[in-house]
């Protein structure tokens, strides 16, 4: 097949040296600013403590009243003595002031006048920008699912142009597009306007990881693509620990978002030494391009030059694949029945993984520590989790693992219902230990659904499981907002998305040794398993 004459061919010149090191640190690098910008909106959508603007209520009787008095005769309290966000008393209560209680049964309006916030926290974000309080308070939650529709369907379009076009230009236009509308959604001067351009923001950003990835992927031989897939995961992460900290240094959400998206400019100097797909260019018909990029590699590897004749007979074995490839479509994923449970099987899987990370990613505040003490740990700690996946699937199997890291972070989820909010320090080390399983899971997912697709169809599956993922990305945000109608209800629909993935995960097929399946016929018959 062709697949193994190119592989063949790369391990000629070295499928893992001084080259691949190269081009791979250099794909690192934007991967770590993409994860600042996937969960940006912890930040820069964080809804501060607020309460009704009463600042009318300085003029005639009210000269000499102290602030504190001023909402005492002006506000009402919740039952844990807290001024309610979003009520005003109709008219001032000064009878308040004599007893010192508040009665519960006064007339109250909401807030005439805007909102008072705290800015200890933050200076600005996009809710005490633009009022996105009290029956406002869902936009801010809806700019975060309209920003991942963005990568959804950046997903589909950029993938398309870079089996078109090739892996490195597609790269190169997502980038400039990433860079160019998030500088512009800084600058944006109505909430409209700025969810309009995080839209398109997201839609460059969708080109980042699958090109830098594939890129990397195709550039390594066969014994190292795990590594990639931790080398990604790992600058995942050193994103997500940089992004608190960018964040507590800034505490103004425009130059956050600025200072996010500066370095992604940075990156495009790089592209002058990032290569093209050499098996890309090759199924294209590019020999020439393809030969200099080789021979780079070589030279790099202080291995010989590759020969002409060799380049010829593995272009026209991957010309052959290739046309074999060109007579399928996605409807071939549901078209026999063990593929159709195959495809249903993994889209609900990975739906589950993404839905859960995220929701627990979005949800840092409920766990009772500092913001950005939170979100740090939580990054910090898939680490560890991410570097063990790969010894945990080659030990125990890439079904157990898969199933069992769900199945583990839905029960940290359920837990979390029933400790008390007074017993933080439980509450935080569940959800941590949840956020590493759930790191975890995604990490090995990547590797599973990979082995699971025949090669013939392998590209167009792993581009349908992740359109869903992003579905799921994209609903987690407004998930949350049931909170407001009952707290569990989030935490109840998480539990259930992330149990029934897991369980349902147990009727795939395991891969572990197995051979890689071909055609869609190695689908359909028993797979085999190497000796």
């Known amino acids: 097949m062709a697949p193994k004459k190119f592989e063949n061919m790369l391990m000629e010149i070295n499928g893992f040296g001084l080259f691949q090191i190269f081009v791979v640190t250099l794909l690192a690098i934007p991967r770590i600013f993409l994860s600042c910008h996937l969960l940006l909106n912890n930040f820069i959508a964080a809804l501060p403590p607020h309460r009704c603007d009463i600042s009318n209520l300085h003029n005639g009787l009210f000269r000499n009243v102290t602030v504190e008095q001023e909402l005492i005769v002006s506000t009402p309290v919740r039952g844990d003595g807290t001024r309610k966000p979003c009520e005003m008393f109709a008219e001032p209560q000064f009878g308040l002031l004599a007893n010192g209680s508040n009665i519960t049964d006064l007339q109250t309006m909401p807030c005439q006048n805007g909102w008072i916030y705290d800015n200890s926290t933050f200076t600005s974000t996009i809710a005490t920008e633009w009022d996105l309080v009290c029956d406002r308070k869902s936009l801010a939650n809806t700019s975060t699912t309209i920003f991942f529709m963005g990568v959804m369907v950046g997903s589909i379009i950029l993938g398309y142009l870079s089996d078109k076009y090739g892996r490195k230009n597609t790269l190169f236009v997502a980038s400039v597009m990433a860079v160019v509308f998030g500088f512009s959604s800084a600058l944006a001067n109505s909430f409209i306007l700025f969810v309009v351009l995080r839209f398109l923001t997201g839609v460059g950003l969708a080109g980042v990881p699958n090109n830098t990835m594939v890129l990397s992927i195709e550039w390594v031989d066969i014994g190292h693509r795990a590594l990639i897939s931790v080398i990604g995961g790992l600058s995942w992460c050193a994103g997500l620990m940089l992004l608190p900290a960018v964040a507590f240094l800034t505490r103004d959400w425009r130059t956050l ?28 018909g590019e020999v020439e391009r393809a030969q200099f990029y080789l021979d780079r590699c070589a030279k790099f590897n202080k291995r010989p030059k590759l020969s002409s004749d060799l380049i010829l007979d593995t272009l026209s074995d991957m010309k052959i694949m290739e046309e074999q490839s060109k007579g399928y479509t996605y409807l071939d994923l549901i078209k026999t029945p063990k593929m159709r449970k195959l495809t249903v099987l993994t889209g609900i899987l990975w739906f589950g993984v993404g839905f859960t990370y995220y929701g627990l990613s979005f949800n840092i505040l409920d766990f009772g520590l500092n913001l950005y003490v939170t979100h740090f740990v939580f990054a910090a700690i898939e680490v560890p989790f991410r570097m063990m996946t790969y010894w945990f699937l080659g030990a125990v199997g890439r079904r157990r693992c898969q199933a069992g890291s769900l199945l583990l972070t839905g029960i940290c989820i359920a837990a979390n219902m029933f400790v008390p909010t007074g017993l933080w320090y439980v509450r935080a080390a569940v959800a941590i230990f949840g956020k590493g399983l759930a790191g975890f899971s995604f990490t090995a997912v990547y590797l599973y659904t990979a082995e699971l697709y025949p090669t013939i169809l392998r590209q167009r599956g792993m581009g349908y499981t992740s359109f869903l993922c992003r579905v799921g990305v994209s609903v987690a945000p407004l998930i949350l907002l049931l909170g407001d109608v009952w707290p569990a209800l989030p935490h109840i629909i998480f539990c259930f998305g992330v149990f029934l993935s897991g369980l349902l995960c147990l009727l795939l097929p395991e891969t572990l040794n197995a051979k890689l399946p071909e055609t869609i016929d190695d689908i359909e018959k028993p797979r085999s398993v190497n000796k």
């Open 257 to 284: 978002v600025m200072a996010v998206t500066a370095p992604l400019g940075l990156t495009l100097l790089t592209f002058w030494w990032i290569p093209e797909s050499a098996r890309w260019l090759l199924v294209n």
